[in-house]
């Protein structure tokens, strides 16, 4: 599976965006999704993650972020809002059948994109 990361750029704190993770073709429910960031001299770190039986989020984004998915499209999505620079980071997507009790750790999936950086100034 082959995953296009899409959807950063430049915002201003308060903004809201919306991340698109395409695959390259239908992943079954079975697969876990899942968002990381990383930023300059910070090791990646898990933002939200989605599998058939719920979806999962970091402390620092729950409430201001949502995942989901549109199978139709082959998408995933992340939705961003109230962003702070403390959200600026190049984020990849990522897909796996690791153990979904895992979602968090970055070993647990297959798959990653490329990434796309999100930049939020103050």
């Known amino acids: 599976v082959q995953l296009q990361a899409s959807g950063g750029g430049l915002v201003q704190a308060g903004d809201s965006l919306t991340l698109s993770c395409t695959t390259s073709r239908r992943t079954s429910s079975n697969y876990l999704m899942g968002w990381f960031r990383q930023a300059p001299g910070k090791e990646r770190e898990f933002v939200a993650a989605m599998s058939g039986s719920g979806t999962y989020y970091a402390d620092s984004v729950e409430g201001r972020f949502t995942i989901s998915r549109d199978n139709a499209k082959n998408t995933m999505y992340l939705q961003m809002n109230s962003l702070g620079p403390e959200d600026t980071a190049v984020y990849y997507c990522?897909?796996?059948?690791?153990?979904?009790?895992?979602?968090?750790?970055?070993?647990?999936?297959?798959?990653w994109g490329r990434g796309t950086q999100v930049t939020v100034s103050s």
């Open positions: 990522a897909a796996g059948l690791g153990y979904i009790r895992n979602y968090a750790r970055p070993d647990t999936y297959d798959y």
